[in-house]
């Protein structure tokens, strides 16, 4: 029997049905190759000695060479489903990624008002496009997402594309990136912002948190291939690191420096971008 090691520091406010681990769920969508989507989080989960639940908002055709089409889930299976695993297991916090449809965004804008689940354990990842390109969010879904959605969350984790996007703002390089979420914030001053730095020179995050306090956490290019569901991994795993009770800046250091760690273990897998080793810990 293999034993895992968790990083996690647990309390009886994380316990699940038994009280002897926390449990988490991750609503996204699913990726067949599951180097992003729901599989993804739940081996970021496991890798942090979390019990993973999962509802899945889409179903998606693709592999690691890009994205080719998406069925999104009916949003009454949707809420039938997260309704079905709050009735049986106590949840400690939530991912929410791939979104899909404003159909999808009410059923989980119910789902997360009647829940209990405090904002501060609800990690959105605003998944608006594929690296692909391919759209993942309707235009109507972008607006629900804005007026609904994020008002419900504590922590948003948009990439620079998605940041300007969300806070209706150019950002063209780092130094548009704490005006940009000075501006989010501004819309929304309950939501701890983290901009992950993928797509700039310099891959650096920016930290924003609900205080106005704000931050960047410096990173370093790294040569793989395995990039695939970097932003899945990042967001799943600072809710792993928030339920283990870190502060805001713990939590972003620790989950950058796990990403850039299962980077640097990933193994080349398909023919595309390949998938982080999301579990190298259990080497």
């Not at 179903?59 to 809420?79: K, W």
């Not at 759209?135 to 994020?150: F, Q």
């Not at 993928?198 to 609900?210: A, E, I, K, Q, V």
Request: net charge negative; with cysteine; glycine share 10%.
């Amino acid at each position: 029997m293999i034993k895992v090691r968790s990083n996690l520091r647990l309390d009886d406010s994380l316990s699940g049905a038994r009280g002897d681990y926390p449990v988490a769920l991750t609503i996204a969508g699913f990726d067949p190759s599951s180097g992003a989507g729901v599989t993804a989080d739940l081996k970021v989960f496991a890798a942090y000695g979390i019990y993973g639940l999962a509802a899945i908002t889409a179903l998606t055709v693709q592999s690691t060479q890009g994205v080719r089409r998406v069925e999104p889930v009916s949003p009454d299976v949707l809420r039938e489903t997260l309704d079905c695993l709050a009735e049986d297991v106590p949840v400690c916090g939530i991912k929410i990624g791939m979104l899909a449809t404003e159909g999808v965004i009410e059923a989980i804008c119910h789902f997360l008002a009647e829940s209990g689940i405090p904002a501060g354990k609800i990690v959105l990842d605003p998944v608006l496009q594929s690296s692909s390109g391919h759209k993942l969010l309707s235009y109507e879904g972008l607006t629900r997402l804005r007026s609904s959605l994020l008002p419900l969350v504590g922590w948003v984790t948009p990439n620079t594309d998605e940041l300007a996007i969300l806070a209706e703002a150019p950002v063209s390089g780092q130094e548009d990136v704490p005006e940009a979420a000075a501006r989010l914030a501004a819309q929304y001053p309950d939501v701890n912002i983290i901009v992950t730095g993928g797509h700039l020179n310099s891959p650096d995050d920016f930290l924003r948190t609900t205080e106005g306090v704000t931050r960047w956490y410096p990173g370093q290019r790294i040569e793989t291939m395995a990039t695939h569901g970097t932003g899945c991994a990042f967001s799943s795993a600072l809710l792993a690191r928030l339920l283990a009770g870190d502060s805001p800046g713990e939590a972003v250091r620790a989950t950058k420096a796990y990403v850039v760690e299962a980077m640097q273990a990933g193994r080349p897998i398909g023919k595309g971008r390949g998938p982080l080793h999301h579990l190298y810990r259990q080497d």
